[in-house]
């Protein structure tokens, strides 16, 4: 039974996401799964939760080998992450910091002791970054700014890609023509974790409003005696 056939059956919508990227694998195979995560990383609207348990499903009905389905959804998350990764190298840390100068609400400070915190935990936050949604594609960015040892990172990303794909070819594979399952609730994570950020710069911005009316206030006590 085709692909596109079986997805309209699971009641996912065949002229979205899923409906393309059915296409995709059914005439391309592992490659095409591939080129579909590393376009993911660089732009993450595409949802590796519908694309990786899609190709799990695809090696459950015997289209391609389970080692393919891992070994080039692996490989398109490393491209697609190394990608990024030099965007982060050639934008660099001279620019970011003048670009960080002329922002409202920052200081340079700030920038700087999120660079120590880079340089102390960044191993750490490559390797499960890319198991959390958002995060995934984000993380490559500072690393490149960073300058993190490229054979670090592609280690890191490697290894970390690795396990997030397994989670979600596997799902897919196991729950067979369910796979879409998988969809609802790493979207409900995504969900959880862009609220998480949200809210944090909104602290971080209100923070800062206070911070500056509190200084304002001082300063002009201080002059007024």
Same mark, same amino acid.
């Not at 979205?16 to 660089?42: C, Q």
């Given at each position: ?52 348990? /899609?190709?799990?499903?695809? !090696? &459950?009905?015997? +289209? ?5 389905? @891992?070994?080039? %959804? *692996?490989? =398109? ?60 594609? /984000?993380?490559?960015?500072? !690393? &490149?700014?960073? +300058? ?5 990172? @592609?280690?890191? %990303? *490697?290894? =970390? ?65």
């Amino acid at each position: 039974m085709q692909l596109s056939i079986v997805v309209a059956q699971a009641d996912v919508p065949a002229d979205g996401i899923a409906g393309w990227a059915t296409d995709l694998i059914e005439k391309v195979g592992g490659p095409g799964a591939g080129l579909l995560i590393a376009l993911e990383n660089l732009f993450p609207p595409l949802p590796s939760e519908v694309i990786l348990p /899609l190709t799990g499903f695809t !090696a &459950g009905q015997g +289209k391609i080998t389970l080692f393919e389905a @891992l070994f080039w %959804t *692996t490989l =398109g998350a490393v491209v697609g992450a190394f990608a990024l990764y030099w965007i982060g190298r050639l934008i660099g840390r001279e620019r970011m910091y003048w670009v960080w100068e002329r922002m409202p609400l920052v200081k340079v400070s700030d920038l700087e002791k999120t660079e120590a915190w880079f340089v102390k935990h960044g191993t750490k936050a490559v390797f499960f970054g890319r198991m959390v949604p958002i995060f995934r594609s /984000l993380i490559s960015v500072p !690393a &490149g700014v960073e +300058k993190m040892p490229m054979h670090t990172f @592609l280690l890191l %990303t *490697t290894f =970390g890609s690795l396990i997030w794909n397994t989670i979600l070819v596997m799902a897919g594979y196991w729950l067979g023509d369910q796979w879409h399952i998988v969809e609802t609730y790493v979207g409900v994570l995504s969900k959880i974790v862009l609220v998480v950020v949200v809210v944090a710069v909104l602290v971080y911005v209100v923070a800062r409003f206070r911070g500056r009316g509190g200084n304002g206030a001082s300063t002009a006590k201080h002059r007024a005696s």
